[in-house]
Structure formats: C-alpha cells, structure tokens
C-alpha cells in the first residue's frame, strides 16, 4: 500500500515536473536561421525555424542573441555585413520582425540592463587587425546606437551585473576584463587577466601602426612570434550575488573567479580544453561552462568551488549555454562541423546528465533562455 | 465602533494613494522647451521628482539625441546640448532603476535654421546670344553652411524683355541688351550680369554619321551653326531632342539623346532628331531596324547537385587536352566537386575535396590547368582562408596546402593568376599571396581602401589589372603587373575608379571592345525582396550590369545598363563581343554587345538569347537561381545554386537574307 502511494506521489511529481515547459532561442551561424524550441521536460519540440537576413546567397552569421528582461523581444545580432554587422530586434513567441540597426564590425554577444533598459553589445571585430574594438550601447525601443565604447582586441561575452548599473565583457586577444559603467557609458575598470604579461595588445596604440605594410610572412602568426594573451578570455558571467565574476580562459584551460569588491583575479579553477561561454544559475549554486575544444559541457558546484560533471556533448565544437530561470536545466548549443546540423542539448542539472538533444541548423551558436510556463 | 472602522478605511486608502503618488516619479527638465540657433549651446537640468514635486536625489538622469536627432543635436552626460542643424528633434532621458522601474521620458528640442548667408549663380556664360536658353545652376547657403533647398526663391531679371529665368534655372536670352539676373532669398541676393549679343547664326545645319541602323546602334549626330558667312559659330549653345513614331503601334518609340549629339533608339521606326539654337533649328530622320539578333539555344547536358546549393565554378582544358569542372557548394559541408566535360552533354563527376568549411564560395584553376584554389568560409575553427589543390590529373585531385594567415575571417571570393592568388579577407581587402611553390604559400601585399566603412565583394584579374567590386566603393582598377601605373603584385597601384549612386557593386568585368573603347562592366548584387521565411520557395533578386565607359581612365562615363524586370546580376563572362550573365532567377542571358553602347541595352533588343535552369529534381525544386556562366570552346556552361552545373549551345550565326539552294 506504502509503494503504491509513493509511486503516485512520484508519478504525480514526475506530472508536474513535466508540466513546465521551457522555452530557448538559438542562432545557427551557417544556417543564417534561429530557432525557437520548446522543451517540456522530456523531449524538445522545434516552434520555428525562421530566417533571418535579407541575402539568399550570403551567409549573414547570426551570432548574438537575447530576450529583453520582459520577455517581449529578442535581438540578434548578423555579425556580417558591407562590413558592419546589424543588430535586429523581433517580438517573442510571433517572432515577427520590429527593426534593425547598425553597429560596429562583428556585433556579438549582447545584454540589456534592467535598470537602464539599454542593450550593451560587443563588436567582436573577430576578423580585423589586432586593435581595440568595442562596447555599443543601443536604446531598444528606439533601435539606436547612443554610444560606442572602446575595449579590449575582440571583445566577447556582454554581461550586466544583477543590480543592471554595470556591463561586463573581456577581450579575448588582450587579455583584459572590462567593466563599464552602464548609466555613464565609460569604462570603470579593467583588469589584466593574463598571470604573467604578455604582449599588452590592450595598451598598444594599434591605429598608429600600419599593419598592411606589416611582412605577415616573416611572422608566425601561429602565436609563437607575436604573443597574444596567454589566458584568451572568451565570456565573463557575475554571479547573482553581484560580488563575484566568471571567465572563461578559453586559451589557458581555465576558469577564473574574479572578485569584483576587490577587482582582482581571487582564483583559478584548471579545466577542460577549451571553456568558452559560462553562465551561472539564478539561484546561484551552479555554474555550467561550455568546453569548446574538448565539446564537453562542464558542471561546477560553486559553495565547494569543485567541478561535479564534466558531460560529453552530442557533437562536437560545443559553444553557448543558458540555464532555465528556475536553475533546473542548461541548455548547450553546439556547432557541429561542416555539413553536421547544430544542435542543443539539454543538461538536468539535478541528474548531470544530457535529457534530450535538438538538431538545428548548422553551426549553432547564440543561445538564449525565454521563459518556463505552466 | 462605525466610526472607528470609517476612520480606519480612510487612513488606509489615502495612505494608498500616497504611496502611489510617491511611486508616479518623472523626470522634470529645466528650461521646459528648448529652442536654440545653429552652433548655440544650452544646459538641460534634469531631476527627478514625484507627483508633488519632491527631487528624488538618488536618482540619475541619462540624456541622448533621438532618432533623427543624432546628426543633428549633440548632448553629453551633464545634459549640454549643442544644436548643429535646424529642425525638430528629441532628446530622450531615462532614470535608471535597479528594481526595473526606469523612467524614460522625452525632451523636444528646435532648432532654428540659420539665416540665409549666400545664394550662388553658377554656370552663367560669359556671352549670351539671343534666342537661345542656357542651365543656371542656383545654390542656396545659409550662415551654418548648410546648402537650403527649403526656401523659396524670388527670382527675376532687371529686365526681363532681355532675358528671364525660370525656378528650373533655364535662362532664355529674347534679344540683345544688358540686364541684371537676380534671386533673391530670405533677403540675401545672389546676381549675376548678363550680356545678350545678337545671334550671328542664321542657320543651324544637322548632320549624322548614319542614316539607318538596327535599335541600339549609336548615332553620333553633329549640328553645326553657321553665321550669314557661312562661318561656323561655335559659342551657342546647341540642344538636341527627338521623336520617334515606332513601326509597330504595341510599342512606343523611345531611346536615349545625348546633348553631344549621340542618340540611340529602343524600338524599330522613324525617329526624327531636332537640334535648336535660339530662332535656328534643324532635324533629320533615320530609320530604325529590329536588331534582329536572337539566336535559338538549347540545353546540352546537366551535372545535378540536388543535395546542397551549388555555388562558383570554373571550367579548365586538363593537361591531357580533355575538359574539366570544378565547382563548390554553398551553406553545405565544405565539399568541392570535379567534373568531366568534354563531352557537355555527358557531365560527370570525376572527384572530389571535401574541406572543413560550410561553404566554398568560388573556386578558380591556374593558366596551366595544374592548381585549383577553393575558398572557404564557416571552417569549424573560424580560421578559414584558402584551400590550394593539385588539379593536375583532374580525377585524383590532392590537397597541397591550407592557407589562413589573415584570411581567418572567411575568403568570399579569389583569383589566380602567373602564380599569384588574390583572396579577399573578411570582405575588407584582397590579399596578394606567392603560390609559385603551392605547398609554402606567402603573403607579398594586400590592397585595401582607406574610405570610412569601405568593404570588398570580389576581385577579376586581366592583362596585369585588377578589378575589384567595392560596393559603395565601386569598381577600382589597380594595377598589379599591367605597367599602366607601375604596379605589381608586390606593390597594387590604384590608378581608376567608378562608384555609382546605389551602392550594390558586387562584380566587375572589363570589355575592350571592337570599337576601340574600353568598358568596365560592373554588375549589382540585390535582395530587396527579401527571403522566404521557410526558406524553400524560389529566391529573387534584383539589380543590373552597369557599363562604365573607361576609355578616358580619369573621366569613366556610365553610359549604358542591362536589366533583367524581376530578376538580378550575378557574375558573368565575355568573350568577343557577346555577354553571358547570370542573373539568378533570371537564368542565363546571352547578350550582343557589339559597337558602341548607350541607354538601355535589354530594351534595344540586344538579348540573343536566354535559358533558365529549371530542375523538378533540384535542391530546391523548380528555383533555377543561376550563380555564373563561362563559354568554353563553344559551349556555355553555368552553375546554379539549386540544381549543379550545366552545358547550353547557342545556335550558329546565319547569314542573313540568304536563301538555301536546294541541289
């Protein structure tokens, strides 16, 4: 009788579990497409494929992607263009478009400030010479660059604090963490992330120099002439209780903890090859980072500081990850290779163990988390 | 006790009302309005405050120029602004708010013109003879600098039985006399003296270089005025107009007259041409012939590719005298195929690559058949660049090399020529890399553009000159090895250019043709119709192939176009005095562009023929989307987006009038 009503309970719990459905926005940078998926504890169901881009025969490379703190829009951002990249905004759950605008060169990763309400993307400039690039700061409802703020080489993983007053971003290639002040629009502070100084790409005035003229021949741009960043930060995460940041040392295979009271690097956390977006989970307990060159997705417990689950993903190249708001799952994009169809897979993060797994277009990307309904 | 509990609900709902006042915040700006001159400053105080005007001092107030407003107001972050050209704007403040409860208001600023300060007569001539009309240009400036174009004009001649001048800026001279032209704006006078001289001309004589042609054949048309000596007056102006009456009443006579006299028509007729000089006139008629250059074509053979788009492809003779193909594929896996075609009607795959890459975009093969170059964009490591490969022995193709030095951001396009390849990077610039040894690929230099936002779409290289498509930028000519400005590979020199209004170059094609001139053809590349959300109905473009006269390199003339209704250029081929265009939904069009060119090219009957690749088996099924042709012994080939690489013949040239005797 005992086991019989335990097993309704569980099946009653296992009912409810399932009942949430979650919902994801992911880009697929190959496919010029962003999918909306449904998850319903279960099993994914893909809502819409949409295109996006006006060029049938380019591929315009949506990279960036975000749902507003309402949960009525999303923006992405089309890294490509002739040869500025464009942010666009879209109605949630209609997915229709509103309006778009410039921004600098490879517009990446995005937030908006509650407390502002403004969006903060980076212009990655993924492409171009080793100079500094940027931080636009856009006014959503307006579709409208207000400002542009200059940063680290390649910056990447736009960041706001819990609180919204401040916008977090590293550069990848100078090795810095930045923070802006997201009501003055000028950067507050930066930090040198690399432990021992390399070439200080960040500090050199590169627009002096004319690197057209340079003899890249006799260089070894395979990094062993020039000497980028040792620790080639690639996504910066704070921590809900807004003392704390993450980064991702996509180029020393490691974690680092910044303590933002301090501003300083308070640890580092050896890890898989290759960690390159990190988010932590709103209750603050977990944080999911995505190992890109091992295609892993790695679990960290953060009161023990101890990596719990290192989680081999569907394929390989594994890129973004955005946690449900009820800190449940993650949700982990993967770029495949070539011809392979991108993919998201869900991560439960009370089991440690991949659910279920959504074939998208190919190279995905971006990812960002909508809502969890009933 | 009823007392008590009135008492109580009271306290509580004014209590209520007054925590709801306190939460109505807004943002209350000093002065209210806000009107200022061109180049004056003024400073916003800003504050926050509830419903009964309690500064709230922990809230900040942000301040930016609206859309509209940004070119044309600047504020910065203590509130001043600075006004920089008339009209009505917006500054937008906001209050941010850590709970979400931001304020956002907006402020309407304007922002006076300023004053009229200048209004400018140019081309006024030296010597006005009466009877004719000239083109004044007007110009009107205010204090700022700003050129007006919203103000009225008061014009007026201080006699204006000598000569008047309408708002167009057409002056006619009615006779002899001295007067004073004069506009006038806002109080600010712009004049000009005239000087009206008798007209020596007594008559005006009209001659041409033909008096018959097919449409689309140019007249060069010569008036000449003659005074009652019979000598020739070369000072009065000459304006050339014409009317047509067409053979056939579906069409309308229409064409193209230049006031140098070149004059071309679209329809077959009667066209007479009209030159007027003041009271002198003169015209004369030439009759217009179909063009009558159509020609059938046919299908030869067709290599399907229905399971991923198919993109550039370039056809070669092999080292065993035998044909071959190569082309890529677009948003797919990386792979590039190779094919047999010596046979065109029986088109093969021989082998292929497959590259770490989701798209190879274009694809070329050295003169001597043994190299072939692929581009690669979406490589899973982002590092991209070029892919060289020994084509040699077409049916064994290997990979030599890999090359990504600064090319990380994608190669969209490339070239190769004398053992160099030109790959773009990024679509920024075209770098210029030693292939002589394949296997140790180098770069020698790079060319780029120094215009704010400048971007690079493709790059042709023939006789030593490099033509690179710079949308916004337009056509450049570089010479890299041609001698014409001492360039070489190791040092582009830029010695021409062409940028046209719409912006869209996206290829570049030079012609010299028969006649001795030399063309650039620049095509477009647009999209304004947008995609198909699911993404498997057939696409469509737009845009069309400029023809950029170039003979004068420091004077290029954009003096024709071809235009496909509803469809658009892509890339394209010449050989001899014939045009082979893709133009994507439109198929391939083969095109007679012999002689002179000018006007519209597709209205004058210049298309010999066309033929749209439509496959029922395609990738996307019946969506012909043709990416480029290339004639190759007698034969066009063209590859298409949906559907794989196909082979068509035109129909021999007959000689006309000429009847078969039968034996």
Redesign the interface.
């Known amino acids: 009788m005992k086991g019989i009503l335990v097993s309704f309970l569980l099946l009653l719990f296992c009912q409810y579990a399932h009942s949430q459905e979650y919902y994801v926005y992911v880009t697929a940078e190959s496919e010029d497409e962003v999918s909306l998926i449904k998850f319903d504890g279960v099993k994914t169901n893909i809502i819409e494929n949409k295109a996006v881009g006006v060029w049938p025969a380019e591929i315009e490379g949506p990279h960036g992607i975000t749902v507003d703190p309402s949960g009525k829009f999303w923006y992405l951002s089309l890294a490509h263009g002739n040869p500025y990249g464009t942010l666009y905004k879209f109605k949630t759950g209609s997915n229709e478009y509103v309006a778009k605008v410039e921004l600098g060169l490879f517009p990446a990763s995005m937030e908006i400030s509650k407390a502002t309400g403004l969006l903060y993307c980076v212009n990655f400039n993924l492409h171009g010479d080793m100079v500094p690039s940027s931080v636009s700061v856009v006014d959503p409802e307006e579709m409208i660059e207000i400002d542009r703020i200059t940063t680290g080489v390649m910056p990447h993983g736009s960041r706001i604090s819990p609180d919204g007053l401040y916008q977090y971003s590293v550069g990848m290639m100078s090795g810095e963490l930045f923070e802006i002040d997201a009501l003055g629009m000028k950067v507050s502070r930066k930090l040198i992330l690399d432990e021992e100084k390399g070439m200080d790409h960040g500090q050199m005035d590169h627009s002096q120099m004319d690197h057209s003229k340079m003899d890249h021949s006799k260089m070894n741009h395979g990094m062993k002439g020039m000497n980028h960043s040792k620790t080639k930060p690639t996504w910066v995460m704070p921590h809900p209780d807004g003392k704390r940041a993450y980064v991702a040392g996509n180029g020393s295979n490691e974690i680092l903890e910044i303590d933002l009271t301090t501003w300083t690097v308070s640890s580092r956390w050896p890890c898989e090859k290759g960690p390159y977006n990190i988010d932590v989970s709103p209750d603050g307990n977990l944080l999911v980072v995505s190992y890109k060159t091992a295609g892993k997705t790695g679990i960290w417990d953060l009161t023990s500081n101890e990596q719990v689950a290192v989680i081999k993903n569907s394929n390989k190249v594994t890129h973004g990850v955005a946690i449900s708001s009820d800190s449940k799952y993650a949700f982990v994009s993967v770029e495949g290779i070539g011809g392979d169809p991108g993919a998201m897979d869900v991560v439960d993060l009370t089991k440690n163990e991949i659910v279920t797994t959504a074939y998208l277009g190919k190279q995905a990307g971006g990812i960002a988390f909508w809502k969890v309904e009933k | 006790m009823k007392k008590l509990l009135f008492l109580t609900l009271y306290f509580v709902i004014m209590s209520s009302f007054k925590t709801f006042a306190q939460d109505e915040l807004s943002i209350r700006v000093t002065p209210p309005s806000l009107s200022l001159e061109i180049g004056e400053k003024a400073t916003l105080n800003a504050i926050v405050v509830d419903q009964n005007g309690r500064e709230q001092p922990d809230r900040?107030v942000?301040f930016?120029?609206?859309?509209q407003s940004?070119k044309a107001i600047t504020i910065d972050?203590t509130g001043q602004v600075t006004a920089l050209k008339g009209g009505n704007y917006q500054v937008?403040l906001?209050s941010?708010?850590?709970s979400?409860k931001?304020i956002?208001q907006y402020y309407p600023v304007l922002v006076k013109d300023a004053p009229i300060a200048k209004v400018e007569l140019l081309d006024v001539p030296e010597k006005i003879y009466a009877g004719t009309t000239s083109r004044i240009i007007i110009k009107v400036f205010d204090a700022a600098g700003f050129e007006r174009t919203n103000v009225d004009l008061n014009i007026k001649t201080d006699n204006e039985s000598v000569a008047k001048l309408d708002k167009y800026g057409n002056l006619t001279a009615l006779k002899p006399g001295s007067t004073t032209l004069r506009v006038e704006v806002e109080g600010i006078e712009g004049s000009s003296s005239l000087k009206i001289v008798k007209n020596p001309a007594v008559k005006l004589e009209l001659a041409s270089d033909m008096d018959a042609a097919r449409t689309g054949d140019v007249f060069h048309f010569k008036a000449r005025l003659l005074d009652k000596n019979g000598k020739e007056v070369t000072d009065a102006p000459v304006k050339f107009a014409f009317h047509g009456e067409s053979d056939n009443p579906e069409y309308t006579a229409s064409g193209v007259i230049k006031q140098d006299g070149r004059f071309v028509a679209d329809v077959p007729g009667l066209y007479t041409v009209i030159a007027t000089s003041g009271a002198n006139s003169a015209m004369k008629s030439v009759e217009i012939s179909q063009r009558n250059v159509s020609r059938k074509i046919e299908v030869i053979g067709h290599g399907s590719v229905s399971d991923?788009h198919t993109s550039d492809f370039w056809i070669w003779q092999g080292k065993d005298g035998k044909d071959y193909g190569v082309t890529g594929t677009?948003?797919?896996?990386?792979t590039a195929y190779f094919w047999d075609v010596t046979d065109p009607a029986n088109i093969f795959k021989i082998d292929s690559v497959?590259?770490?890459?989701?798209?190879v975009n274009d694809v070329k093969v050295s003169e001597d058949g043994n190299i072939c170059i692929i581009s690669r964009?979406?490589a899973?490591n982002?590092k991209n660049g070029i892919i060289i490969i020994d084509c040699k022995n077409p049916a064994d193709v290997k990979i030599v090399s890999t090359f990504t030095?600064?090319l990380?951001?994608?190669v969209h396009n490339l070239f190769i020529d004398k053992g160099y390849v030109y790959a773009l990077?990024?679509?920024?610039?075209y770098y210029i890399i030693d292939i002589k040894d394949p296997a140790n690929p180098?770069?020698?230099s790079?060319f780029?553009l120094e215009t704010p936002?400048?971007?690079i779409?493709d790059v042709w290289i023939e006789d030593g000159i490099a033509y690179s498509s710079n949308?916004?930028d337009g056509i450049q000519l570089v010479d890299i090895g041609n001698g014409i400005a001492g360039g070489s590979p190791k040092n582009p020199v830029q010695f021409a250019s062409y940028a046209y209004p719409s912006g869209a170059n996206h290829a570049s094609f030079p012609y010299n043709s028969s006649t001795g001139k030399f063309y650039v053809v620049g095509g477009d590349?647009k999209?304004p119709y947008?995609?198909?959300?699911?993404?498997d109905k057939p696409?469509r473009a737009a845009g069309f192939l400029h023809f950029i006269d170039f003979s004068e390199l420091n004077k290029p003339e954009e003096v024709a176009r071809f235009e496909i209704p509803m469809a658009g250029s892509?890339n394209y081929w010449i050989d001899g005095d014939i045009l082979y265009a893709a133009f994507?939904n439109g198929g391939v069009r083969v095109v007679d562009i012999s002689g002179e060119l000018l006007g519209d090219l597709y209205k004058q009957g210049r298309e010999i023929a066309w033929i749209i690749p439509e496959d029922p088996r395609g990738f996307v099924k019946n969506a012909p989307?043709t990416?480029g042709a290339q004639l190759h012994k007698g034969h066009i080939f063209y590859s298409d987006?949906n559907s794989g690489l196909w082979s068509a013949k035109l129909e021999p040239v007959k000689p006309k009038n000429t009847k078969l005797q039968s034996r």
């Not at chain 2, 497959?354 to 798209?359: H, I, K, P, S």
């Not at chain 2, 990077?425 to 610039?429: E, F, N, T, V, W």
Request: glycine share 16%; no cysteine; charged share 30%.
């Open positions: 900040k942000l930016y120029a609206g859309r940004r972050s937008i906001i941010p708010d850590t979400g931001r956002r991923k677009w948003g797919a896996d990386g497959q590259v770490d890459a989701r798209t964009e979406g899973s982002r030095e600064n990380t951001g994608g990077s990024a679509g920024r610039k180098f770069i020698v790079d780029e936002g400048h971007s779409h949308w916004a590349e999209f947008g995609l198909d959300p699911e993404g696409s892509h994507y989307f990416w987006w």
